[in-house]
């Protein structure tokens, strides 16, 4: 089947940076996508990566490496709004742009 | 501004109901989704369709039914809805492979 695995949790200061990994297990990958959630709210599309490398959209960047199923975003100068949870989620074959997310990170940011 | 709406943001039925969920997108989308999101599960795919009348079983597709008669409407039906089904709707459209979907707010459906 297909599975993403994040970690649960992440608490991290403001100002500060952070990083939140992803593992994928999936057939017919085509690319990784990155959403944030905060409490109560819709889903809000951050990031995608079909190819390797860094991809950078101001504050939050996401990386992707195929060769070792693994993506991760990364969050700096961490501002109390960015508290809220992040899900990665891979793009299928097949077409549709169908997603397959992860179970999510909860990302706490403090004083 | 790109808009996905839905009918319902709370809804409260009786099992053994028949449930309609709501989707509307004004972006002219050819792809639509419907998930679920549970505590620890993240959101999981129910149905999704990629043009008019077509459609496709996602991951959990058991109790549900859909309908796409027109592009811009997707609906999600629940033929008898049971208590393990409580839980929030998310409806999202789609129109590239750019891995971007764009969700509606979401109904909390909770069957008792």
């Known amino acids: 089947g297909q599975s993403l695995e994040q970690p649960s949790e992440v608490t991290a200061v403001e100002g500060a940076i952070v990083q939140i990994n992803c593992t994928y297990q999936?057939?017919?990958?085509?690319?990784l996508s990155w959403y944030q959630q905060h409490d109560g709210g819709a889903p809000t599309f951050l990031s995608y990566?079909?190819?390797?490398g860094l991809e950078e959209t101001g504050r939050f960047s996401s990386f992707l490496s195929r060769s070792d199923s693994y993506g991760y975003l990364l969050l700096q100068e961490l501002q109390m709004k960015d508290s809220a949870s992040y899900f990665c989620?891979?793009?299928?074959?097949?077409?549709?742009?169908?997603?397959?997310f992860g179970t999510g990170t909860q990302l706490k940011v403090e004083l | 501004d790109v808009k996905v709406t839905q009918s319902s943001r709370y809804l409260v039925k009786r099992t053994g109901e028949k449930v309609f969920l709501e989707c509307v997108q004004d972006m002219d989308h050819e792809n639509m989704f419907w998930y679920r999101q549970d505590p620890g599960l993240g959101l999981r795919l129910i149905y999704f369709?990629?043009?008019?009348?077509?459609?496709e079983k996602g991951d959990i597709p058991e109790g549900y039914s859909v309908s796409r008669e027109k592009k811009e409407r997707f609906s999600l039906i629940l033929e008898s809805a049971s208590t393990n089904q409580t839980s929030m709707y998310l409806c999202?459209?789609?129109?590239?492979?750019?891995?971007?979907?764009?969700f509606g707010p979401g109904t909390r459906l909770t069957v008792t």
């Open positions: 369709s990629y043009d008019v009348k077509m459609k």
């Open positions: 999936t057939s017919g990958f085509y690319g």
């Open positions: 989620a891979a793009i299928l074959t097949g077409g549709g742009n169908k997603l397959t």
């Open positions: 999202a459209s789609s129109s590239s492979q750019a891995g971007e979907q764009y």
């Open positions: 990566n079909a190819l390797d």
